[in-house]
Every structure is written in structure tokens, then in C-alpha cells.
């Protein structure tokens, strides 16, 4: 009988559990079964709530600690305990599913079938027979928390939502039913301001634990793949070792030096560039993805980087990205990095629009090379990233790859295609030399806004077209 509501969980074992199943699967009584799902048992020290008065508890671990399944476990102790409206929160819809409620660690299987709440996925709620119910939310919806009240959070990897902020301030906001409101939030470290900002809260009780400490319930294949590989490396001292790191020795781009640089605005653009690094990705593959970047040259002088659209698709995909990036800022230029491809790059996009120009820039130096220059305009205060709304930052994974650039290489995994492409944009803008009668196209552009605006105004019939030599009879003089 007991063997049928064993908990998944109990096929990997210590001893100690082993002798403890073996005496309870003789007892008689029902409720000896309880046993297997009681986490004061079964859980480790750090899988405890914290004993006193605490608002917020912080669980900072590594991968594979057991955090999905200690907020699990909290939030059915929550609602043994009489709480009775409890918030879910993960990065997406599907990881709040998948992962919080039906995974293998989640709210579901650690729940003993006499006391499993009902998964009402249409209303994205758990119902419990008590009356209790707890709702699901993602952080790609934070507006969705602005209304509702909780008496309890859970909120599982925080360190990679996409509205962190947000969605985290709309949480507070309904966090205040009942008499002591508490959130659980379960993440491997990252440095962002969010997390930062939660560990210096006095209300805050932190629990660190690192991937060695689950050893004995986790497959020997992946300890011994995932520990030979990252271990002693710097994404294993964040992912194991759940350290929450600084900018990396060497970083070209320090975080301080990007937060300084952003605006949420721009001034009138003197030219404005889309810059592409190829890639070899047909689209359908897990190829490096095309790098594609938007920046202009300020009145004021400071470079302006003002988008990024970067992906993964076909040739003919990605080239219709990047001219669409340009008609959308009005660029005067599409600059391409030709190592991959040769003329195909820029056949690839004057596919798409023949009379589109295009540069195409050899990479001669190595990456770090390439960068150091303009890492440098950045340390001196000459480029802003133009971010209108904080709490959305489209310039986020350009961010990242800017971080793990250093002068020793770039320490993140794959190719910094984002980084590459934002080094071709401001060196065109700033450190190459201007093209051929450049000078000259530029007034005429300007002078040719100036009349299109005249010939707006006349608003006559059979107007010659800017730029002709009727039009510069006419207005010329």
C-alpha cells in the first residue's frame, strides 16, 4: 500500500532513508504514509524556512540545489499553515507550468494524492480542498499582478525575469493580505540591481547553497559532465557556486560604465548606421545568430546606440531584418562584415533592396582588438545606449555580451555576434574614415529635406521630383 504513494523522489536514497521506508511500509495505519511526504524529514537544513521575523527568504544557489523543490514544499506548507491566496511568479508562462507547478520537483508531485490540489490550467490556478488557491503569473506580464492581493509569493528565478523590476514592484503592491505577508524567491545569482537590491533589504533572510550539496540525489553522468566543464571557470563559480560575481578581471565593458551610459532619449542624429555580423545559421539550426545593431552620430558628438535586432534566421531573413532596421532610424548606410561570405553579404541584402548601400568591412584583427578602441569612446563618455523605458531594455542581451568581453577574450559561450556588430556601427561612426564624397551627399540629403519640406508646403500638382534638374531650376536659385 505505502509503496503506491512513495514520493518519485525516494528512488534515489541514503541509507538512512532506506531503513526509515523500509520500518514505515510495515505500519498498518493510512496516515504513516504521510511520513514519506513530510518535509521536515526529507528536506536538508537549508531547505528549512528560516525561524523569526522575516519578510522576504532568499535562496541563492546553484543548479541543481533543490530550489524548485523547497518552494514547492513552502508553498504546501503555506497552505497547511492557512494561508489561503499565494502568488507564482517565473520567468514565463511555460516555466511557471512546467516547472513550479507540473514538474518534476513541482507543487503537484510533492503534494500526496489525498491532499493534491486541482490544476485548473484554463484560470491558471491551483485549488486546494481547503479553499486555498494559488495563481499563476509571468514576469513577461507584469500588469497581470496589478490588482490582485496575495497573502504569499513564490518566486522562482528572479535573476532571469524579463521585467524584473516591474513585475517585482506590481508583486509588492498585492502582497498585503493577512497579517504577516511572506514571498519565497528561489534563484541562481546573477548581478543585477533587482537581487542586489533585495539582499541589502533588512527584512531579508538569505540561505546560499551551492550544486555539490544535492550530490547524492543527482545522476553521476551529469555531475561528472557539468562539474569536468565548469569547474573552476567563471560561469561554474555563478551556476555552481551560486557566487554572485562582479564585473570579470579585464572587462572592457564594467557594468558601472553601462549603467552611466544610458538615456532614455537622443538628439537630432548627424547619420545614423545598421551594422551586420553574419553568421553561418541557415535559420533552422543552432548556428551563431546574426548580429544586427543600430547607432548614430549625435549633433552633440556622443554616438547613440539606438537598437538591437540581432537573430537567427535565413540569409533572406536576416537581410530583410537589417533593412527594415534601416528605412525604420532612416540610416544612411548598412555596414557588414564580408570574412563570412565575401559578396554574398552584400548580395544577400541588395537582394532584398538593390540600391540599399552597403559597406563591407574585413575583419583583419581579432575581436579584442577590434573592441579595445571602442570600449574606449565608452570609458571617455562618447556613447550612450538610448533606453526610453527602464523596465524594458531592449539593449539587454547587448549588455550582456558587452560584460563578458574582456581584455583576455570574451568569456561568455558561442560568438558575441551583438558585440561584434555594435564594434563595426561605432567605428564607422567614429574611428573610420569618411567615404569618398561623403561631405557632399550629406549636404545634398539635408538640402534635399529642406525642399521635399517647401514642396510639402506649395502642395501643387506636377511638382518636379527632389533632385532634378527641373527641381534645381526651379528651386535651386
Same mark, same amino acid.
Given at each position: ?34 511520513? @514519506? ?6 528536506? #536538508? ?5 528560516? &525561524?523569526?521575523?522575516? #519578510? ?23 497552505? %497547511? ?5 499565494? %502568488? ?48 499563476? +503569473?509571468?514576469? *513577461? *506580464? ?13 518566486? &522562482? *528565478? ?79 563559480? /555563478? !551556476? ?5 560575481? @562582479?564585473?570579470?578581471?579585464? %572587462? ?32 533552422? &539550426?543552432?548556428?551563431? /545568430? ?5 547607432? @548614430? ?18 540569409? !533572406? ?6 533593412? *527594415?532596421?534601416?528605412?525604420?532610424? @532612416? ?40 573592441? !579595445?578602441?571602442?570600449?574606449?569612446? +565608452? =570609458? ?16 539587454? &542581451?547587448? !549588455? ?32 573610420? %574614415? ?7 551627399? =550629406? ?31 526651379? +528651386?535651386?536659385?
Amino acid at each position: 500500500m505505502f509503496a503506491n504513494v512513495l514520493p518519485p523522489w525516494s528512488l534515489k536514497l541514503t541509507d538512512f532513508e532506506v531503513e526509515l521506508l523500509t520500518m514505515i511500509a510495515g505500519m498498518k495505519d493510512w496516515p504513516a504514509a504521510d511520513v @514519506g511526504f513530510d518535509w521536515n524529514i526529507w528536506g #536538508r537544513d537549508k531547505q528549512q524556512a528560516p &525561524d523569526g521575523d522575516w #519578510r522576504f527568504w532568499l535562496i541563492l544557489a546553484g543548479r541543481g540545489f533543490g530550489k524548485t523543490r523547497t518552494g514547492a514544499e513552502w508553498v504546501k506548507t503555506q497552505v %497547511a499553515a492557512g494561508r489561503r491566496r499565494i %502568488a507564482l511568479i517565473g520567468p514565463t508562462a511555460a516555466d511557471v507550468r512546467d516547472v513550479m507547478v507540473e514538474g518534476d520537483s513541482g507543487i503537484l508531485k510533492v503534494c500526496p494524492p489525498w491532499d493534491r490540489p486541482q490544476f485548473q490550467s484554463s484560470r491558471r490556478r491551483l485549488v486546494w480542498r481547503n479553499g486555498a488557491m494559488a495563481f499563476l +503569473y509571468s514576469a *513577461e *506580464e507584469p500588469e497581470r499582478l496589478r490588482g490582485p492581493q496575495h497573502d504569499a509569493a513564490w518566486a &522562482d *528565478e528572479l535573476a532571469a525575469w524579463t521585467h524584473g523590476q516591474e513585475t517585482w514592484d506590481q508583486l509588492q503592491f498585492g502582497l498585503r493580505l493577512g497579517d504577516d505577508p511572506r514571498a519565497l524567491i528561489t534563484t541562481t545569482p546573477k548581478p543585477i540591481p533587482l537581487l542586489r537590491q533585495l539582499m541589502a533589504d533588512p527584512n531579508c533572510q538569505i540561505t546560499r547553497g551551492t550544486t555539490y550539496e544535492n550530490g547524492p540525489n543527482m545522476p553521476r553522468a551529469f555531475l561528472e559532465r557539468i562539474l569536468g566543464r565548469y569547474k573552476n571557470t567563471r560561469l561554474g563559480r /555563478q !551556476e555552481i557556486h551560486a557566487e554572485m560575481l @562582479g564585473d570579470a578581471p579585464g %572587462a572592457l565593458w564594467p557594468q558601472e560604465t553601462l549603467l552611466l551610459s544610458r538615456v532614455d532619449r537622443h538628439p537630432d542624429l548627424r547619420r545614423v548606421v545598421v551594422a551586420v555580423d553574419p553568421s553561418g545559421s541557415n535559420g533552422n &539550426d543552432e548556428g551563431d /545568430q546574426q548580429g544586427i545593431v543600430v547607432a @548614430g552620430l549625435g549633433v552633440d558628438g556622443l554616438g547613440y546606440v539606438l537598437a538591437d535586432r540581432t537573430c537567427r534566421l535565413s540569409p !533572406e531573413g536576416w537581410g530583410r531584418r537589417a533593412v *527594415e532596421a534601416f528605412d525604420e532610424f @532612416g540610416a544612411d548606410r548598412l555596414v557588414a562584415e564580408k570574412n563570412y561570405g565575401g559578396d554574398m553579404v552584400r548580395f544577400t541584402l541588395q537582394t532584398v533592396r538593390p540600391t540599399v548601400p552597403v559597406t563591407l568591412v574585413t575583419a583583419s584583427r581579432g575581436k579584442v582588438l577590434r573592441a !579595445e578602441p571602442v570600449s574606449a569612446l +565608452y =570609458e571617455q563618455g562618447r556613447v550612450r545606449h538610448v533606453i526610453p523605458d527602464p523596465f524594458d531594455n531592449r539593449l539587454a &542581451d547587448l !549588455e550582456a555580451e558587452l560584460r563578458q568581453a574582456t581584455s583576455n577574450g570574451y568569456l561568455g559561450e558561442g560568438s558575441p555576434n551583438r558585440l561584434d556588430a555594435l564594434v563595426w556601427a561605432l567605428t564607422d561612426l567614429f574611428l573610420a %574614415a569618411d567615404p569618398p564624397g561623403s561631405a557632399f551627399l =550629406e549636404l545634398a540629403r539635408r538640402e534635399t529635406e529642406r525642399m521635399s519640406g517647401r514642396n510639402e508646403v506649395k502642395g501643387g500638382a506636377g511638382e518636379p521630383a527632389p533632385g532634378s534638374v527641373e527641381w534645381l531650376q526651379q +528651386y535651386g536659385g
